[in-house]
């Protein structure tokens, strides 16, 4: 399979994929920091502002890039995976869980400064990142924003592996996944340029975008 130019190509390829939704005018999320330079051109296909939903993942002691869970903005309890396998005990794990809402905490003022979420009540809400690897953060967020009723809950990535999309699909009302290929390694195989988004470039994207 052919790979994505870097994210803002993503989110072009995937917005194509989202046309039918046009019309209902949905909200368009997406989940810092990786996800919002895709969500940003989703956004722009579609004719609609956007904003960042703040989910982090929460990762194994030594171990950061190694989610074993992730707290989502607006939702108490966090979505935890492997906390069984690795023997964690309850304070440890509650540590590390509050590491994480830290971070979450961090983004939402600064991405957001004291703006609230837009309103998602019986809207069409689509959540997009950059791709699925184990899709942790991505339920965090998805349950989240069920706890606050929208009418239809879209998840949309450029990429995904397989068993990450079928599970959420479960958990959103639909995925939408431009490529879920049998063999999966990691996220940033399927990107020529896949560098790190910065919080500076996030908040230019939100500058040049009109929130709701």
Known sequence: MTRFADRAHAGRVLAGRLDDLRLQSPVVLGLPRGGVPVAAEVATGLDVPFDVLVARKVGAPGQEELGIGAVAEGRDEPVMTRTAALGLGHVELDALVRRARAEVARRV??????????????????????????????????????????RRLVLAVPVGARQAVAHLADVADDVVCVRAPSYFFAVGEWYEDFSQTTDDEVLKLLERLPQR
């Open 109 to 150: 003022e600064l991405y957001r400064a004291g703006r609230d979420l837009p309103e998602t009540r019986e809207a069409d809400v689509v959540l997009v990142d950059d791709g699925l690897a184990t899709g942790v953060t991505a339920e965090a967020a998805l349950r989240a924003l069920r706890e606050r009723c929208p």
